[in-house]
């Protein structure tokens, strides 16, 4: 007899912090754990938000994979807001599973819900799998050129 996975992508919530935590550190390893509580103050911030979305892939209630979701307003293209993916992440051991597709597939649906004309998101990686990744989620590598700086 099968077993059913208890699977939900959902809004992340203050109590979701330590594992939130545990994988951005695999997604930043050299990041400084903070210690003042200026991060759980912004994860408190963040999910008060109604343009900023933190949101989880979880089995029964254990978080999996995330991303964060910007919703920017926009006085072009109708009026219409667009979004922002960032910190997209999926557990190491689970990484190549299709959690992250499943990721993205619902992250996309919730922002087309909300009306946006477009979704962007840049990846600092490298692989071609990453790459590949993004593609395969309906993202196009070539439609824009992106430019990053930084202070200093």
Same mark, same amino acid.
């Given at each position: 007899?099968?077993?059913?996975?208890?699977?939900?992508?959902?809004?992340?919530v203050e109590?979701?912090?330590?594992?939130?935590?545990?994988? +951005?550190?695999?997604?930043?390893?050299?990041? *400084?754990?903070?210690?003042?509580?200026?991060?759980?103050?912004?994860?408190?911030? %963040?999910?008060?938000?109604?343009?900023?979305?933190?949101?989880?892939?979880?089995?029964?209630?254990?978080?999996?994979?995330?991303? +964060?979701?910007? %919703? %920017? *307003?926009n006085l072009?293209?109708?009026?219409? *807001?667009? $979004?922002?993916?960032?910190?997209?992440?999926?557990?190491?051991?689970?990484?190549?599973?299709?959690?992250?597709?499943?990721?993205?597939?619902?992250?996309?649906?919730? %922002?087309?819900?909300?009306?946006?004309y477009k979704?962007?998101?840049?990846?600092?990686?490298?692989?071609?799998?990453?790459?590949?990744? /993004?593609?395969?989620?309906?993202?196009?590598?070539? $439609?824009?050129?992106? /430019?990053?700086? +930084?202070?200093?």
């Amino acid at each position: 007899m099968a077993s059913t996975v208890d699977r939900s992508f959902r809004r992340l919530v203050e109590e979701d912090f330590d594992q939130l935590m545990t994988l +951005y550190r695999a997604l930043q390893p050299k990041d *400084p754990v903070l210690t003042d509580g200026s991060d759980q103050r912004l994860l408190a911030e %963040i999910t008060q938000s109604q343009h900023f979305f933190l949101f989880g892939l979880f089995e029964t209630e254990y978080l999996l994979a995330s991303t +964060y979701v910007n %919703i %920017i *307003p926009n006085l072009t293209r109708s009026a219409s *807001p667009y $979004a922002v993916i960032e910190n997209v992440i999926t557990k190491p051991s689970l990484q190549n599973t299709g959690l992250g597709r499943e990721l993205m597939a619902c992250t996309l649906s919730f %922002i087309w819900e909300r009306g946006c004309y477009k979704a962007m998101l840049m990846t600092g990686s490298k692989k071609e799998s990453t790459h590949a990744f /993004y593609r395969a989620c309906g993202f196009n590598g070539t $439609a824009k050129t992106g /430019y990053i700086t +930084y202070p200093g």
